[in-house]
């Protein structure tokens, strides 16, 4: 059974938005910090975007910074990813993860998680 299912993505042009939902089930999730990363073809998976358990402490990467945004609704065990003016560069297979360290982003990780949600597509083209 899935413990993380993400959705949301699809085909977007150039400057349009997304947001991207992850859903977990099974485990307490709103002990868990949810890092977002992202992955393109032939490229090594990087680190997007973090946010504590409490929702109080979030992290972006450079590429990201005043585009994106996540944000959490542990009531319905819920992470978003906004995504704003979207770039072709933006294209990636897209995927949460918990991290048991819940009040911790001050590293954007893509290791070391007890739990991964399968990806959801995003592609930016026109």
């Known amino acids: 059974q899935l413990q993380l299912v993400e959705s949301g993505g699809g085909l977007v042009q150039p400057g349009g938005s997304l947001r991207l939902s992850c859903v977990a089930s099974l485990f307490a999730s709103d002990y868990y910090a949810i890092h977002w990363s992202r992955q393109a073809p032939g490229k090594e998976r990087e680190g997007v975007a973090c946010?504590?358990?409490?929702?109080?402490?979030?992290n972006y990467a450079d590429s990201v910074k005043g585009r994106f945004t996540i944000s959490r609704d542990n009531a319905k065990k819920t992470v978003y990813l906004q995504m704003n003016s979207l770039k072709p560069e933006d294209t990636a297979d897209y995927y949460c993860?918990?991290?048991?360290?819940?009040?911790?982003?001050?590293?954007?990780?893509?290791?070391?998680?007890?739990?991964w949600g399968k990806g959801t597509l995003v592609t930016v083209s026109s």
């Open positions: 946010i504590s358990s409490s929702g109080g402490s979030t």
């Open positions: 993860a918990a991290h048991p360290d819940g009040g911790d982003c001050t590293f954007l990780r893509t290791s070391g998680m007890d739990y």
